[in-house]
């Protein structure tokens, strides 16, 4: 639904644009005005580039979103046409959010009207791990959605186990649960959640079994040297 409103949308402003231009031109001429072509071709320019500039606008910004509400969250994404297929969803009192496939994560409003538009009060963010090397290989990625309005950050952790124990996982900051297995290119990831009041942590350390990896929201070029050294 989202896309088939901006899409009429889409025809009604371009129908508009060209009967604007049309009736400006006839009025000007109408007025005793004369233009030559490359002026003509100048005021027709400026007319559809502020056309274009308001169609990316009605495409990329979800007016419709601060009155939306919906009765599930199947139901939020599919009105963005996202396959709710194989999502799988958490639920707080005051929002909820639902992850798809190895990455994507969605965060959604909660209230007595029912669940808001995707992604409409969140901000993602993305981790970087500051030690890579071959001998963590098993903690994959770790990513992270805040929703502004309850106020709670919702963190994706990614493991490459053979068998998933819970007592193997440490972490410094955060308390993770069993959430699902998903396909990662190739391979299959355990995927382990929590979910923290406030924003995003900015360094997390974890721990799986003999593994260890610290990520952090601070993007650079990070070298470890291997204990051999």
């Not at 969140?122 to 981790?127: E, F, V």
């Not at 001998?135 to 068998?163: H, R, W």
Request: hydrophobic share 40%.
């Amino acid at each position: 639904m989202y896309y088939i409103i901006r899409i009429i949308l889409f025809v009604v402003l371009l129908l508009a644009c060209f009967y604007t231009e049309r009736t400006f031109f006839k009025k000007q001429i109408a007025k005793g005005k004369q233009y030559t072509m490359r002026k003509a071709r100048t005021i027709s320019i400026t007319f559809r580039l502020s056309f274009l500039l308001l169609q990316c606008l009605i495409f990329h910004i979800p007016f419709e979103a601060p009155f939306l509400h919906f009765g599930s969250v199947e139901d939020a994404l599919k009105y963005k046409w996202i396959n709710p297929k194989d999502v799988v969803i958490h639920s707080e009192d005051d929002c909820a959010f639902a992850v798809k496939g190895s990455y994507e994560i969605f965060a959604f409003d909660k209230d007595d009207k029912g669940y808001g538009f995707v992604n409409y009060h969140a901000d993602k963010q993305k981790y970087y791990a500051s030690d890579m090397s071959p001998d963590n290989k098993a903690i994959v990625y770790l990513s992270a959605v805040y929703q502004k309005t309850a106020e709670k950050t919702f963190y994706l952790l990614g493991l490459e186990t053979n068998e998933y124990q819970d007592d193997l996982l440490d972490c410094d900051r955060l308390d993770f649960d069993y959430l699902s297995k998903a396909k990662s290119n190739t391979v299959f990831i355990d995927q382990v959640y929590a979910v923290k009041d406030g924003k995003p942590e900015q360094d997390i350390h974890i721990q799986y079994g003999d593994q260890q990896k610290t990520f952090t929201t601070k993007l650079g070029l990070y070298i470890t040297v291997s204990k051999s050294s």
